[in-house]
């Protein structure tokens, strides 16, 4: 790994496996015929699982040995291999070339929810799925399992919405989600989040009426919820409203990318739906609404580098999405950023990720962010969640030093792992 090696000379105070996992998120991994990853729905859509390499359904999560949490794809071209020992089903991260094991690790939960069905014969993985392999057992429900953008080819340029099969509207059944929510919590008994998300409508009233509908239905569930939240397109002030009285503990309005030049190149369909000026009116809005800190932003952190020309380097791309989150700040919004994986489908599939160094810059002026502002830590959020992201391991892994709020607290890494491992 000289990429990495390098790295860690040039940038000392970023922990050597915060950088293996970006890299893992980069690249994805092939998981041969390792125990890692669960199969799942395109869309939480049955019909539209595609025929192809049973592996191609797989996604999961593994553990390195500090803990550090890391959602895993399979990617036939990723040089990361992982391999169990046939004698004692122990695994091991490879890199094509070498012989030597970079690390060992764990599986991440499979859970045997995700092959069952109600009584109805409703896969329970198409009302729920485990939500970016979080160790803790979250959550993600999809509702409005279609993108309007596609129709004059404006969908986000990194999405990969279109590659997941036919997208439809559909409407949620109590009694299903009963039935799966009833096994999910016997079986886990644990649930760190409730993430409702879908696809994108012009009209975003309409978009936010399925919102209600499935909170709704899920309340009528009669079980317990955990902590909820709403990604979807900005809302206007009075559907931020409507958010928040259906009980959503938080709105997760993205940006994406920061800049308006990134947006124009990387997301022309919220460029047309919305705009950026009336996007960030919204966000502020809402936290009116819901409250400092209630309000999230999300940064798809490195897409903005596959616009050519747009930076002139990986810093300066870095410095774009810095910008954002310190405006989120100012708002009162809570910033949230994702490692960009690049996902086949996506009008973005055959561009180069995002390079190393664009993330340890990002990384270093992240945690500055977070010693110059208090807003506190999302409920949503703990170290088992963060598999996409790398806060929740900074934080653990030097509190003093990276974070403050909650999440220098001991007991940050709070939700409680899940019960039950295959």
């Known amino acids: 790994m000289p990429a990495l090696e390098d790295l860690a ?75 169990a020992d046939p004698d004692t089903g122990q695994l091991a991260l490879r890199e094509d070339g070498r012989d030597r094991v970079i690390t060992p690790l764990r599986p991440g939960p499979r859970f045997g929810w995700t092959a069952a069905r109600t009584s109805r014969q ?37 999405c990969s919405w279109v590659r997941m099969g036919k997208s439809h509207e559909v409407r949620p059944d109590a009694a299903d989600m009963r039935e799966a929510l009833a096994t999910i ?24 009426d399925a919102f209600l509908l499935y909170m709704d239905a899920a309340r009528a569930t009669g079980l317990p919820l955990p902590t909820t939240v709403a990604a979807i ?36 369909g919220k460029a047309h739906s919305v705009g950026r000026d009336r996007w960030m009116r919204c966000l502020g809005e809402a936290a009116d609404e819901f409250g400092a800190g209630r309000v999230l932003c999300n940064f798809v952190a490195g897409a903005e580098t596959a616009v050519p020309g747009l930076y002139r380097t990986p810093q300066a791309a870095a410095d774009a999405t810095l910008a954002g989150m310190r405006w989120c700040y100012e708002q009162g919004v809570y910033p949230k950023w994702a490692t960009w994986i690049v996902s ?28 110059e502002y208090d807003l506190p830590v999302p409920a949503t959020d703990c170290r088992h969640c963060l598999t996409q992201s790398c806060e929740g391991d900074l934080a653990v892994l030097d509190p003093a030093r990276y974070a403050i709020g909650a999440a220098a607290l001991p007991n940050w890494d709070r939700h409680p792992v899940a019960h039950v491992y295959h």
């Open 344 to 371: 086949g489908g996506a009008v973005f599939a055959t561009r180069e990720p995002a390079p190393l160094e664009y993330y340890a810059h990002l990384i270093k002026g992240r945690q500055q962010l977070y010693a």
């Open 122 to 158: 409703t896969p329970l993985g198409a009302v729920f799925s485990q939500s970016l392999g979080g160790t803790c057992g979250p959550l993600a429900i999809f509702l409005l399992r279609y993108c309007e953008f596609i129709k004059n080819e404006e969908q986000c340029r990194f």
């Open 185 to 208: 919590w016997a079986e886990q008994q644990s649930i760190g989040y409730l993430a409702f998300s879908g696809g994108s409508l012009f009209n975003r009233t309409k978009e936010a």
């Open 9 to 83: 000379v040039s940038f000392p105070d970023i922990p050597p496996s915060v950088m293996l996992k970006i890299d893992l998120l980069r690249r994805g991994v092939r998981m041969g015929t390792a125990p890692v990853g669960t199969r799942h729905y395109h869309h939480h859509d049955e019909q539209g699982q595609k025929p192809m390499a049973a592996q191609a359904h797989l996604q999961g999560s593994v553990m390195l040995p500090d803990g550090t949490t890391v959602f895993v794809a399979h990617n036939p071209a990723s040089p990361y291999l992982i391999e």
């Open 233 to 268: 397109q900005a809302l206007d002030r009075a559907d931020s409203a409507r958010l928040r009285d259906a009980g959503f503990d938080y709105a997760c309005y993205s940006m994406e990318v920061w800049d308006a030049a990134a947006w124009e190149a990387v997301l022309p």
